[in-house]
């Protein structure tokens, strides 16, 4: 295994070649840093236009199917979620060439059924963060993307048939809200997020999801209950201790859902590929530069 910077490896390698192979990406939560059953083959540090992403991208490889991992908050756990650079988590994913990102968080439970310890696939998102940057464009570039199908459903397809496979404990379509931290809810706020039609509470997946869809990219996450929030009546309340030690059981089930369906993935046609057809509004006589010089992975199709 070597350490590379980006440009390092288009001097020593055939980046383009590498990068075509990549098409996978994952995106670890707390607690998922690592996968079963991967190689690892490299780590590669990627400068954005953006800024640095949380951590340098690992590259692995599954039976011959190479993917890019990053660390989240770090591998050392020292970025808050407000903190997150994701336009440039998102971006560098992108500039490896990843067609297909899978998410993997924590998460409290906001229903009875989903007990901590079951693994859900969302497909509804409800936005209750503050101030998060959640766009590539703007700087001479104005898109407006469609968003009323936030997660990728092939990927949600996917999950649900590797959990029934593996005798897994699931639940699909349900609502993850997302809400700002880094303290946990108040319990009159756990049981706002109920009544506005919340199943699952987290703090990670906007605006990576946003940014994923304007990089044409397929999106999909695999949450991890931890905990019921605070909503329950004479439950002792969430803390780090209780997600720490239901994460060590749940985060082995999500990778072998990881490892199941990493072979599966295909990259027919999807909708999420091509969400900047009809989203970008600018004319493009008069897209400036700069914004087309740091959108350029993700403009590079109609370039």
Known sequence: ???????????????????????????????????????????????????SPSDKYIIGELNGIKLAFLSRHNRSHKILPSELNN???????????VKSLIGVSAVGSLKEEIAPSHIVFPDQIIDRTKGRDSSFFGNGIVAHIGFAEPFCHNLNTLFEESAKKLN????????????????????????????IGGDIIGMTAIPEAKL?????????????????DCWRENEEAVTVEMIVETLHKNSETAKRILVDIIPKLNYKDCTCRHCLDTAIITQKNVWSDKAVKNLDVILKRFI
């Open 87 to 97: 336009k440039a988590n998102i971006y560098g994913f992108k500039k490896l060439g």
């Open 1 to 51: 295994m070597g350490y590379y910077s980006l440009d390092e490896y288009k001097k020593n390698k055939n980046m383009e070649l590498f990068m075509e192979e990549i098409n996978i990406g994952v995106i670890g939560g707390s607690g998922v840093y690592n996968l079963n059953n991967i190689k690892t083959i490299d780590e590669i540090e990627i400068n954005t236009p953006f800024g």
């Open 168 to 195: 897994i404990t699931y639940h699909k379509n349900k609502t993850y809200v997302c809400m700002e931290g880094p303290a946990f809810s108040t319990r009159a706020e756990s049981n706002f997020h109920r009544s």
């Open 212 to 228: 994923a869809r304007e990089a044409e990219i397929c999106y999909g996450i695999i949450a991890l209950s931890t905990d019921y």
